[in-house]
């Protein structure tokens, strides 16, 4: 091509190369058996448009320069060179020293599937394979310093399309420019698309609508999944949030949290697709404080994304080898806090690989909502634990851990914790000051409170029966500091005291105990009174007996008897008598877990409250 080229020349011969790029593209449809004449061909025209852009170029420096020409003239041919490069039929985009996009053709756009307001600002090198990212600084390097035009093969990847390209690197000089420009045509040669076009280059109404109901679901399933049960209870909250972000958000999820004021990696998630569990190994083994990014969040409480990744080094390197991030192939990389700013537990740090869309400041936006509500379901599940081991602490100070053998008997219990995640009902076997003793009952009610009343009982009659040997003597004392309490509670017990075989029962408003004969009659004690906390004055009702061996007696709670069918009708002491008559040659242990089961299958397995039976057999 000639050094000189009129406008009209101009627009022939761009006209004329983009019928001839349209050939090529049908040819390559047509025949992809036989890519090589079309390849040839490609290059051939790549060459053509080089010089074409050159002469262009050339013509846009002369234009102000040109002293018999009307402004108006000049005007138009700049407005000329404009549309041209506009409608070039070949990808072209045109770059500073540094390699940052400043310009970029309606074919470039289309191409990498994002508009030029998008795409300017940002650094090219950053869509080249990582693999020959540095190769390509080399080349854009040799071509600003020696002016020599370099060709490159690599593979451009964005916005989820991958393209193998042929680069032609030529340098500028532009008028009005202060610094030298570097011109890039680049030579599609194999394309693949790894999903439906989506991005910043689709903008439409119902696109960000959808986007935007889709954040919406991904959060409504991180709030299900963070309120579940099994997240409260056991060790799993941040790995399972991390397993529902790598399904729907990212290629790679790191989460790190702080125990005991250091930071931990907690899990590394990676493609399922790839091999690449070497790789999570080693990645689950460093140190988060040694990734300046994740370091960066920790500390200062706030998110960071990097939509197109600068700096490899984010996430620390290898042991001995490349930043982690060139061996993930990352592309996008977003972190953000575990809670709020203020009460920092932990990050976050989502990656994507080079065939997916970037990161965005509305996928910022979201997980840091996701990192409160994480940080929020943390702090929870610590203080359902501080309340479980509560909970833990108060069921033992009412229900022993084992029964201990009392001479001349023997004994089993059952317990059974109904409803309620703090039980209120107690049983008991302990020493006196010269035998042993037992108790059973329970407070009036449910919860904390209720527990504390009971446990206060059970230990009040420890200590109590150590100076009295009468157990009515004890429960009225237990009365008396119960009632001035105020605190409205009362309790409903029993308590034995064990000399030899004769055993002295002392009632407060607790159900009679059933006393199993040898020839399997069953008679039920006399029970009654008044439960503690009531009246400072209440008379405990006291009976003794002289069990015979062979004989049982079977203490219960009110929640045995006063469980339910489906039809609503009640267990009750009836009921009771009859199981009981089948067991009078069982074992204590045989007894109690007779009278559950049968309890079990009336009521269909349905527990409301505690159900606690305690059987004491003369041998």
């Known amino acids: 091509m000639t050094d000189a080229i009129g406008l009209q020349s101009l627009e022939q011969a761009l006209s004329a190369l983009s019928a001839r790029v349209s050939s090529l593209r049908e040819a390559k449809s047509a025949y992809p058996a036989d890519p090589r004449s079309t390849l040839d061909a490609a290059l051939a025209e790549l060459d053509t448009a080089r010089e074409l852009l050159e002469t262009s170029v050339r013509e846009l420096r002369k234009a102000p320069r040109r002293s018999g020409q009307r402004e108006s003239g000049s005007q138009r041919e700049l407005k000329l060179l404009r549309q ?133 679901e991904l959060l409504a399933r991180m709030t299900r999944l963070l309120l579940d049960e099994e997240s409260l209870r056991q060790p799993v909250t941040v790995t399972r949030a991390a397993r529902l972000l790598a399904s729907e958000s990212a290629d790679w999820v790191i989460a790190d949290v702080i125990r005991d004021g250091v930071p931990a990696r907690a899990c590394v998630l990676g493609p399922s697709d790839k091999p690449v569990t070497q790789l999570v190994r080693l990645a689950e083994q460093l140190n988060p404080l040694a990734a300046p990014a994740i370091a960066h969040v920790l500390t200062g409480g706030s998110g960071v994304v990097h939509e197109m990744l600068e700096d490899e080094g984010l996430l620390g390197d290898v042991p001995g080898g490349p930043p982690l991030l060139r061996v993930m192939g990352a592309a996008s990389v977003l972190i953000v806090p575990i809670g709020g700013e203020d009460d920092v537990l932990g990050s976050l740090t989502l990656v994507r690989l080079r065939d997916r869309e970037p990161f965005s400041l509305a996928d910022l936006g979201l997980m840091e909502e996701i990192g409160v509500h994480l940080g929020l379901a943390l702090r929870a599940r610590r203080s359902f634990q501080t309340r479980s081991r509560a909970a833990d602490a108060l069921r033992t100070s009412v229900v022993p851990r084992s029964l201990p ?131 400072a004055e209440a008379e405990m009702f006291t009976e003794e007996l002289t069990p015979a061996s062979g004989q049982t007696l079977v203490f219960y709670s009110d929640g045995l008897v006063a469980s339910q069918n489906e039809l609503g009708e009640s267990y009750g002491e009836t009921r009771l008598a009859d199981v009981l008559a089948r067991c009078v040659t069982r074992s204590p242990a045989e007894i109690v877990k007779t009278v559950e089961e049968d309890r079990h299958a009336f009521s269909g397995g349905r527990v409301w409250d505690e159900i606690v039976i305690l059987a004491l057999r003369v041998v």
Request: without cysteine; proline residues 6%.
């Open 84 to 216: 041209v490069f506009r409608t070039f039929p070949v990808p072209l985009v045109v770059l500073d020293a540094s390699g940052v996009v400043r310009r970029i053709s309606a074919e470039t756009s289309r191409m990498l599937g994002s508009p030029a307001g998008y795409l300017i600002g940002r650094s090219f090198p950053l869509f080249v394979d990582v693999s020959r990212r540095a190769a390509f600084r080399s080349h854009l390097t040799a071509v600003q310093q020696g002016g020599q035009t370099a060709t490159f093969q690599t593979r451009l990847a964005h916005q989820g399309r991958a393209h193998t390209v042929q680069l032609a690197v030529t340098r500028l000089t532009m008028p009005g420019e202060p610094q030298e420009m570097v011109a890039v045509m680049i030579l599609p040669l194999e394309a693949q698309v790894a999903g439906p076009p989506h991005g910043p280059a689709d903008r439409s109404d119902a696109t960000l609508v959808m986007a935007a109901a889709r954040r919406q």
């Open 405 to 535: 053998d009392i001479p001349g008997f023997e004994a089993a219990a059952i317990y059974n914790a109904g409803s309620s995640p703090v039980g209120a009902e107690f049983y008991d076997v302990f020493r006196t000051h010269d035998g042993w003793g037992f108790a059973l009952g329970g407070a009036v009610g449910k919860g904390e409170e209720a527990a504390s009343v009971s446990a206060m009982v059970r230990n009040g009659l420890r200590v109590l029966s150590v100076w009295e040997s009468d157990p009515g003597e004890v429960m009225r004392k237990l009365n008396q500091a119960l009632t001035a309490q105020h605190n409205g509670m009362f309790v409903m017990a029993v308590t034995g005291f064990i000399r030899a075989r004769k055993i002295r029962l002392a009632s407060a408003g607790h159900h009679p105990a059933a006393l199993l004969q040898p020839d399997g009659g069953v008679r039920f004690t006399a029970g009654g009174g008044v439960p503690l906390g009531i009246a």
